[in-house]
C-alpha cells in the first residue's frame, strides 16, 4: 500500500512537471518580419533567427510581455515591435517599448502607460499613408464619457514618439475586442470590433477613419456569443456561437455586407 502511495505520488508530480512544460513551450511565439529573419518571443526574450535558424541577436526585457504587435510604424520599411509589458498583479500592462527590428533589435522608446489601464497593443494604417498607427487599448473614464470602458486610443509615431491621434470616447457599443484589417480592400485598415448588443448578444462592428474620428461601417448579424477575434495569414477569424453550433467564421464583405462565413480551420 505504501509503494503504491509513493508511485501515486510521483506520477502526480511528473503529470505536474509535464503540464507546466508544455505551457511553457506555448509562450514561444515565432514571427516573420522579413524575407529573412524571423524573431522567437519567448517569456521576456526576443531572439532573431536568420533563415538558417542562427541567432542575429536577442534583447531581454525586465518584466513579461503582455501583448505586441508587429508592423512599420516609422515608414522606413523596417518593422518594429511594440510591446505591452505586464504591470503588477498581471491584471493590466504597464509599459509599451517599441523594438526597431533589423539584423540588431534597437529599443527606440519606452513609456509608462499604466495610468490609463492598457490591456492591448494593436497596429493598422488607418489612414493608408503606409505609416502603421500605434492602438492601445485602455480602460478608463473620459471627458464625454465618464464611466469605466474599454476604449482604443490611437497614436502615431512621430517625433521619436507616440503622438495621441485619437483619444475617442467610445466605440458605439460596448466590446470585448478589437483589430484592425483592411476588410473592403482600399488600403486603408478600419477597426474591426466585437460589440455586446442590450440582450447581451454579440455583433462584429467595423469602423472607417474620416480624419478626425471613426465612422461607423459595416455590421454583422447577431450571435449568441463571438469570441477569439483574430487576424491570422490576411484573414480575420472569430469563433461563433449560435443554438447548439460553435464554429470558426472568417469576415467577409458580400454584396455590401458584412457576413461571418463557416471555414473548416481550428
Ligand atoms: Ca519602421
Ligand atoms: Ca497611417
Ligand atoms: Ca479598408
Redo the contacts with the bound molecule.
Keep these: 500500500m505504501k509503494y503504491l502511495k509513493k508511485v501515486f505520488i510521483w506520477v502526480i508530480l511528473i503529470s505536474i512537471i509535464l503540464i507546466i512544460f508544455v505551457m511553457r513551450q506555448d509562450d514561444v511565439i515565432m514571427e516573420l518580419y522579413d524575407e529573412e529573419c524571423h524573431i522567437k518571443i519567448d517569456n521576456k526574450e526576443i531572439t532573431i533567427l536568420n533563415n538558417r535558424e542562427e541567432r542575429l541577436d536577442t534583447y531581454i526585457l525586465k518584466e513579461k510581455i503582455r501583448g505586441y504587435s508587429i ?10 515591435l511594440i510591446l505591452l509589458t505586464k504591470g503588477r498583479m498581471n491584471r493590466w500592462g504597464k509599459e509599451i517599448v517599441i523594438l ?1 527590428l533589423g539584423q540588431k533589435i534597437e529599443e527606440i522608446y519606452r513609456e509608462d502607460f499604466s495610468k490609463l489601464k492598457p490591456w492591448k497593443v494593436a497596429l493598422g494604417d488607418i489612414d493608408g499613408d503606409g ?1 502603421s498607427e500605434v492602438s492601445i487599448g485602455v480602460y478608463k473614464k473620459t471627458q464625454f464619457h465618464d464611466v469605466m470602458a474599454k476604449r482604443p486610443f490611437i497614436y502615431s509615431y512621430e517625433g521619436h514618439r507616440l503622438v495621441p491621434k485619437w483619444k475617442g470616447s467610445r466605440l458605439s457599443k460596448p466590446f470585448t475586442d478589437y483589430v484592425f484589417y483592411d476588410i473592403d480592400e482600399d488600403e486603408m485598415d478600419e477597426i474591426i470590433s466585437i460589440e455586446v448588443l442590450e440582450n447581451k448578444e454579440k455583433i462584429v462592428n467595423t469602423y472607417k477613419w474620416e480624419g478626425f474620428g471613426f465612422q461607423g461601417f459595416l455590421e454583422s448579424k447577431s450571435f449568441i456569443d463571438i469570441r477569439d477575434l483574430k487576424v491570422i495569414d490576411g484573414c480575420v477569424y472569430v469563433q461563433i456561437k449560435e443554438k447548439g453550433d460553435t464554429y470558426i467564421g472568417e469576415l467577409k464583405i458580400k454584396d455590401n455586407n458584412l457576413i461571418i462565413e463557416r471555414v473548416n480551420i481550428r
Excluded at 508592423?71 to 518594429?80: N, Q, S, T, V
Design positions: 508592423g512599420d510604424i516609422d515608414g522606413d520599411r523596417l518593422d518594429e526597431k505609416k
